[in-house]
């Protein structure tokens, strides 16, 4: 019976790992463009689908690779599903704001908002762990939190979509490392938990001649339809190529898909950029450096 793949070797990265992490932030920054193709559609009506969609893919790759049996165990587990509900309930808000943010051409602020997220996973082991932090952490937030001022003050109020996208995602990620679940396992239960709110939704969109699947234009059909690929295939490529990983190279890697997210922006989506803007992403840019200089250097010790 097929199983995870097995660990890599202490404080070593696997080729495999590397390929399987990368493949997984490529495919992130390439989402943008899928997303805005459905742009013209309710961002509600995007997410049901994504959710819906989502649970057949998941349930036939952990058929494949037999990881079906750690799952039976949570579905009998009242506490697990109860953990489960949120942290689906936040990776569903995280999901509906990017997809929303993406629609009405605020990638910047989406790009923004995952380029923090490292940075506010610090924050929460601070706070609610009360894991002390070096100084090269602490200079890390005290740049980022300048980015975030300075980016509030270019655009006249909080750059809340990013900081919706981090909050939302910090909590989940704390929250999902508390679920004693595989993450194949752990992202199917998310979704098949969501899944009765979204088919409920699909439905009365359909039986209010209000939904796009199967009844407008047939791209959008196609689009809605390939969903649960756009969602499960990158996720579960990064779940498992994690652990064939050292943290310092994915604390690195994770910089990819918010560097494409914010070339796609200026580049692609001609998302306006002036020379203010541009000073609190170079902030944040710099409070990333300092972060992952300490990371690899907490590794080599």
Same mark, same amino acid.
């Given at each position: 019976?097929?199983?995870?793949? &097995?660990?890599?070797?202490?404080?070593?990265?696997?080729?495999?790992?590397? #390929?399987?992490? *990368?493949?997984?932030? /490529? $495919?992130?920054?390439?989402?943008?463009?899928?997303?805005?193709?459905?742009?013209?559609?309710?961002?509600?009506?995007?997410?049901?689908?994504?959710?819906?969609?989502?649970?057949?893919?998941?349930?036939?790759?952990?058929?494949? /690779?037999?990881?079906?049996?750690?799952?039976?165990?949570?579905?009998?587990?009242?506490?697990?599903?109860?953990?489960?509900?949120?942290?689906?309930?936040?990776?569903? !808000?995280?999901?509906?704001?990017?997809?929303?943010? !993406?629609?009405?051409?605020?990638?910047?602020?989406?790009?923004?908002?995952?380029?923090?997220?490292?940075?506010?996973? !610090?924050?929460?082991?601070?706070?609610?762990?009360?894991?002390?932090?070096?100084?090269?952490?602490?200079?890390?937030?005290?740049?980022?939190? !300048?980015? %975030?001022?300075?980016?509030?003050?270019?655009?006249?109020?909080?750059?809340?979509?990013?900081?919706?996208?981090?909050?939302?995602?910090?909590?989940?990620?704390?929250?999902?490392?508390?679920?004693?679940?595989?993450?194949?396992?752990?992202?199917?239960?998310?979704? *098949?938990?969501?899944? &009765?709110?979204?088919?409920?939704?699909?439905?009365?969109?359909?039986?209010?001649?209000?939904?796009?699947?199967?009844?407008?234009?047939?791209?959008?059909? %196609? /689009?809605?339809?390939?969903?649960?690929?756009?969602?499960?295939?990158?996720?579960?490529?990064?779940?498992?190529?994690?652990?064939?990983?050292?943290?310092?190279?994915?604390?690195?890697?994770?910089?990819?898909?918010?560097?494409? $997210?914010?070339? #796609?922006?200026?580049?692609?989506?001609?998302?306006?950029?002036?020379?203010?803007?541009?000073?609190?992403?170079?902030?944040?840019?710099?409070?990333?450096?300092?972060?992952?200089?300490?990371?690899?250097?907490?590794?080599?010790?």
């Amino acid at each position: 019976m097929a199983t995870d793949a &097995p660990a890599a070797p202490k404080n070593e990265d696997s080729r495999k790992g590397f #390929v399987l992490a *990368a493949a997984a932030y /490529l $495919l992130w920054g390439a989402l943008p463009f899928y997303l805005k193709a459905l742009g013209h559609l309710s961002p509600f009506e995007v997410i049901s689908h994504r959710v819906f969609w989502s649970v057949p893919i998941a349930g036939v790759i952990l058929a494949a /690779l037999g990881q079906l049996g750690e799952l039976k165990v949570a579905l009998r587990s009242p506490r697990m599903l109860g953990m489960a509900f949120i942290t689906a309930s936040l990776v569903s !808000i995280n999901w509906g704001v990017y997809v929303w943010a !993406i629609s009405i051409d605020r990638t910047l602020d989406a790009a923004l908002g995952y380029f923090i997220n490292p940075l506010f996973s !610090i924050f929460l082991g601070a706070v609610l762990l009360k894991e002390k932090l070096a100084p090269a952490q602490i200079a890390a937030l005290g740049l980022a939190a !300048i980015g %975030v001022a300075i980016m509030t003050y270019a655009t006249g109020a909080l750059p809340w979509i990013g900081l919706i996208l981090t909050l939302s995602w910090g909590a989940y990620a704390f929250l999902r490392k508390a679920l004693p679940i595989g993450a194949n396992q752990g992202f199917f239960l998310e979704v *098949a938990l969501l899944s &009765p709110f979204a088919l409920g939704y699909i439905l009365w969109l359909t039986a209010t001649g209000q939904g796009h699947f199967m009844q407008g234009v047939p791209l959008d059909s %196609v /689009l809605l339809g390939s969903a649960g690929l756009a969602t499960a295939i990158p996720l579960m490529l990064y779940a498992n190529g994690a652990k064939l990983l050292r943290l310092s190279t994915i604390a690195i890697m994770q910089y990819i898909t918010p560097s494409l $997210l914010f070339l #796609v922006a200026v580049f692609a989506f001609n998302e306006p950029m002036n020379p203010l803007k541009l000073s609190a992403f170079i902030f944040i840019w710099a409070a990333l450096i300092v972060y992952s200089w300490s990371m690899m250097m907490r590794a080599k010790a």
